[in-house]
């Protein structure tokens, strides 16, 4: 069995202060992880996938998310806030049999 | 590279009738399709998998007789949406998996809207 936990439906920061989307997981198997971003009205764009190389992965647009595996976590970081960063996050596992958990997403607010 | 389309991106119909949405993988052979469905201000529900040649896989709850899944080719899937109803009304994601490399990456389509009258 697998799941996926965003610990916060919501989170606003001021432009140019960081971001931090957490992401807590379960998974019976080595999984692989990911970032997905979602702008209104618009399709999933990925930002970052962890498959077991490197725990600390650099993705798009400045984004980057460590894989803890201790602490079953893969939050999702950015040193600055941009506006185009406001958007649906979504954190997303995979396991066995390409079985896919999406996590119930996180809205970031970006104020001026 | 790995770019996934939908058509069409937005489409209306009356109650009743049947709508067909195409996924393509257009630079790769996708071997795994995945069908979801996305409600107002909510995550990502996945209706079904499917593999090329053989039939979907449909997630607990999801009506195959309703939502019909094609996956003819290593190229293209068709969710054929039956008997359409104003509930049905949604956005319908598909994303493709590729054969190599496999790290069951999942590369989405821009989504349908779909909106029954």
Request: glycine share 6%; aromatic share 10%.
């Amino acid at each position: 069995a697998q799941s996926v936990t965003q610990l916060d439906s919501h989170v606003s920061v001021s432009e140019g202060t960081p971001v931090l989307l957490r992401c807590n997981y379960s998974s019976s198997y080595s999984p692989s992880l990911f970032w997905y971003v979602q702008h209104p009205n618009k399709g999933l764009q990925l930002l970052l996938k962890y498959t077991s190389a490197a725990t600390l992965v650099k993705g798009i647009n400045g984004f980057e998310a460590e894989f803890k595996k201790s602490e079953t976590s893969f939050h999702l970081t950015k040193p600055s806030a941009h506006m185009s960063d406001a958007a649906e996050y979504f954190c997303v596992v995979t396991g066995g049999y390409q079985k896919v958990t999406f996590g119930t997403g996180t809205k970031l607010q970006v104020i001026p | 590279g790995a770019v996934v389309s939908q058509h069409p991106s937005r489409v209306i119909c009356k109650s009743g009738t049947s709508v067909k949405i195409e996924c393509r993988s257009l630079d790769f052979q996708a071997t795994t399709m995945f069908w979801y469905r996305q409600f107002p201000k909510k995550s990502l529900m996945l209706m079904a998998t499917s593999n090329e040649g053989s039939k979907a896989t449909y997630e607990q709850g999801v009506e195959k007789d309703k939502f019909l899944i094609n996956h003819a080719s290593l190229t293209l899937s068709t969710l054929t949406v039956t008997s359409a109803h104003p509930e049905d009304s949604s956005f319908y994601i598909c994303s493709a998996s590729q054969r190599e490399p496999r790290d069951n990456e999942q590369f989405f389509g821009p989504g349908t809207r779909l909106t029954v009258l």
